[in-house]
């Protein structure tokens, strides 16, 4: 089993009322930046920073990055910066970006530039992820919604070419074109990085993972959601000839472990602030889904899908929409003592079966000391079970049994 840590890097400094008075009252895409303080960034950006090293230090075998804008959300908003921070600073962890969105990339080479000087300054360590990114990226960098799915799709094949075929050659594509395609600086990985694919669940994407081989993130999702869509994954690899594994897929889930279940049940609500921002001010539907933005099949699915799910809102709300005892009573998000934690770590697995598991150690108002003692548990007691569980129940990662 393949075990990485995430966070997304928040920012609370500011209050609902903030949040409700900006336009259409939301936390993503139009919350002003007024209302952000660099001198508190810059000691955020450094303890986010020094709680990687320690991940490193607990064990973890990847460092897990993502990547959004206009949001304080999550301040990864070039993430790939962060990633080339990790690659000299860390040794041993795999560098994991998932991911960097694609079709708000113009000059996709340029991605392809840097991916390759991460991967080249970690010695080999980069695994990039690629994502369409929500809808509040398509607005914030003004790019066509009705395209973002094919201009993913070309993006990742201009990029996979770049690395893979000596240049210098000619890219005349729908959304892409370039005279001369020909990067000096190409990849440490042969034939290239591993590729893995975040998500909640488009049929589509999930779909285009399989014929590829690549292994798909489920991002926090519903139990019932996630088998499912296991099983749409499974029907689209058996058409391509193959029958996928534990190794195929990864679930990244919120865990948060303290001394005792008290003190952890407590801590563990600043998840709940993470996503949705403080106030959990509900955002407007078109910011994330804007018009065009998926098609109406794949809508149709999504939402199928979800019918039983436990978000009272599956597109906007997330986990953060639910109460606080109903995500922990599903296991939705895991807290408690280490003894609690790795129990509920088991059950969810047995389920899920994931080759790599994504560890959400801490999120929204979660203190930096809570994070750094949640880090220390896991080193000392946690990760040695998982991995002991993971092992017994049989689920090979993907660098142990190739995708």
């Known amino acids: 089993m393949f075990i990485m840590r995430f966070t997304e890097r928040p920012y609370v400094a500011y209050t609902e009322d903030d949040v409700r008075r900006s336009f259409r009252s939301s936390v993503r895409l139009t919350f002003p930046n007024s209302h952000f303080d660099p001198v508190l960034g810059a000691e955020l950006y450094n303890e986010y920073l020094d709680e990687y090293e320690l991940s490193e230090e607990a064990g973890f075998d990847g460092l897990m990055l993502n990547e959004h804008h206009n949001t304080p959300t999550c301040m990864g908003a070039t993430m790939n910066l962060e990633a080339a921070i990790l690659a000299r600073i860390t040794k041993k962890p795999k560098i994991v970006l998932l991911g960097n969105p694609l079709p708000i990339f113009d000059n996709p080479i340029r991605l392809a530039e840097e991916l390759a000087e991460i991967d080249m300054i970690s010695r080999g360590r980069l695994v990039s992820g690629f994502v369409r990114g929500t809808g509040i990226e398509s607005w914030a960098t003004n790019t066509n919604p009705v395209h973002n799915r094919e201009r993913f799709e070309e993006a990742h094949d201009l990029i996979i070419k770049t690395w893979t075929t000596p240049g210098p050659f000619r890219w005349e594509g729908k959304h892409y074109q370039f005279r001369v395609v020909n990067p000096f600086e190409i990849p440490l990985q042969k034939p290239h990085p591993p590729i893995w694919i975040p998500g909640v669940g488009s049929p589509e994407t999930l779909e285009w993972c399989a014929r590829h081989h690549y292994p798909y993130i489920y991002l926090e999702t519903d139990a019932q959601v996630t088998v499912s869509m296991t099983d749409l994954y499974g029907k689209a690899a058996a058409e391509c000839g193959y029958r996928p594994g534990p190794q195929n897929f990864g679930y990244l889930w ?15 609500k600043g998840f709940l602030t993470g996503n949705a921002g403080v106030g959990r001010v509900p955002l407007p539907g078109d910011f994330m889904a804007p018009a065009g933005y998926n098609s109406r099949e794949g809508s149709k699915r999504l939402l199928e899908q979800y019918k039983h799910a436990l978000r009272p ?43 790599i598991l994504g560890v959400w150690s801490n999120d929204g108002t979660i203190a930096h000391k ?9 080193k000392e007691e946690v990760l040695p079970a998982i991995r002991e569980i993971g092992k017994e129940l049989g689920l090979p990662g993907p660098f142990e049994q190739a995708p």
């Not at 599903?330 to 047995?350: F, H, Y």
């Open 254 to 268: 919120r865990i948060h472990v303290q001394d005792t279940d008290e003190k952890a049940l407590e801590v563990g």
């Open 313 to 355: 809102d599956p597109l906007y709300g997330g986990v953060d929409s639910a109460g606080w005892d109903a995500v922990v009573e599903s296991n939705r998000v895991v807290v408690g003592s280490p003894k609690t934690v790795i129990k509920k770590i088991r059950q969810g697995l047995e389920v899920f079966r994931p080759g």
């Open 370 to 378: 809570d994070t750094m003692r949640c880090l220390q548990l896991m």
